[in-house]
């Protein structure tokens, strides 16, 4: 089989063909860039959530550094303070007894 | 009773009482020191020493004595007794009769 084509037909087909090799690849491209833009949304998305919970976590963190010197006292603190005065205590019974030895 | 030996039994008092406060933990010696500097704001570094090595002999504290320098106490289970008042005293500590009822 023979076909027998002229010169501006061949061009006019390889134009077409042309033009619809470029429509495909755009519309793939086009694809292509709409689900990268989903997939990057979606990451945006996680990544404004966890820095939320940092700058939450950060402003909870400060509210309780705050807040510690009201709530608690140091463990070295409330054992010198005890120890005196228990010493006291023990200072002031031995001259009450001392006192009452005495009388 | 003349003031040294009053002192000195005190002290192995105070240190114990200031010892049982602490556990389960073992206390630095500085932090010994500091605690009864403020009951004694003339005790010496030796003078703590040589109670936490005289209560040490009666095996009611621990002793761990660091290369560095550093002592650290740690009461023993008589030495939690005698503090709790389960066990008799003996000469030596000045620890008051039990004039509180728990």
């Given at each position: 089989m023979?076909i027998e084509m002229k010169f501006w037909e061949v061009l006019s087909l390889l134009i077409g063909f042309m033009g619809f090799v470029f429509a495909a690849g755009k519309i793939l491209m086009a694809q292509v860039e709409k689900r990268l833009d989903i997939r990057f949304g979606a990451l945006e998305e996680a990544r404004?959530?966890?820095?939320?919970?940092?700058?939450?976590?950060?402003?909870?963190?400060?509210?309780?550094?705050?807040?510690?010197?009201?709530?608690?006292?140091?463990?070295?603190?409330?054992?010198?303070?005890?120890?005196?005065?228990?010493?006291?205590?023990?200072?002031?019974?031995?001259?009450?007894?001392?006192?009452?030895?005495?009388? | 009773?003349?003031?040294?030996?009053?002192?000195?039994?005190?002290?192995?008092?105070?240190?114990?009482?200031?010892?049982?406060?602490?556990?389960?933990?073992?206390?630095?010696?500085?932090?010994?020191?500091?605690?009864?500097?403020?009951?004694?704001?003339?005790?010496?570094?030796?003078?703590?020493?040589?109670?936490?090595?005289?209560?040490?002999?009666?095996?009611?504290?621990?002793?761990?004595?660091?290369?560095?320098?550093?002592?650290?106490?740690?009461?023993?289970?008589?030495?939690?007794?005698?503090?709790?008042?389960?066990?008799?005293?003996?000469?030596?500590?000045?620890?008051?009769?039990?004039?509180?009822?728990?």
């Amino acid at each position: 089989m023979i076909i027998e084509m002229k010169f501006w037909e061949v061009l006019s087909l390889l134009i077409g063909f042309m033009g619809f090799v470029f429509a495909a690849g755009k519309i793939l491209m086009a694809q292509v860039e709409k689900r990268l833009d989903i997939r990057f949304g979606a990451l945006e998305e996680a990544r404004k959530e966890t820095e939320t919970g940092h700058m939450r976590m950060e402003r909870e963190f400060l509210e309780f550094k705050a807040t510690l010197p009201l709530e608690y006292v140091r463990r070295d603190d409330f054992i010198r303070s005890q120890t005196v005065i228990e010493a006291k205590l023990d200072a002031l019974y031995s001259r009450l007894d001392a006192i009452g030895k005495q009388k | 009773m003349d003031y040294q030996r009053h002192r000195r039994e005190a002290m192995r008092w105070n240190i114990l009482q200031m010892l049982y406060k602490s556990r389960p933990y073992t206390t630095n010696e500085q932090f010994v020191l500091n605690v009864i500097g403020t009951i004694y704001p003339d005790v010496t570094a030796l003078e703590l020493r040589q109670e936490l090595d005289y209560l040490s002999d009666r095996k009611m504290l621990e002793l761990t004595r660091q290369p560095s320098g550093t002592w650290f106490a740690d009461l023993t289970r008589l030495g939690v007794d005698l503090v709790e008042y389960t066990v008799e005293c003996g000469p030596g500590i000045a620890r008051p009769v039990k004039y509180w009822s728990e």
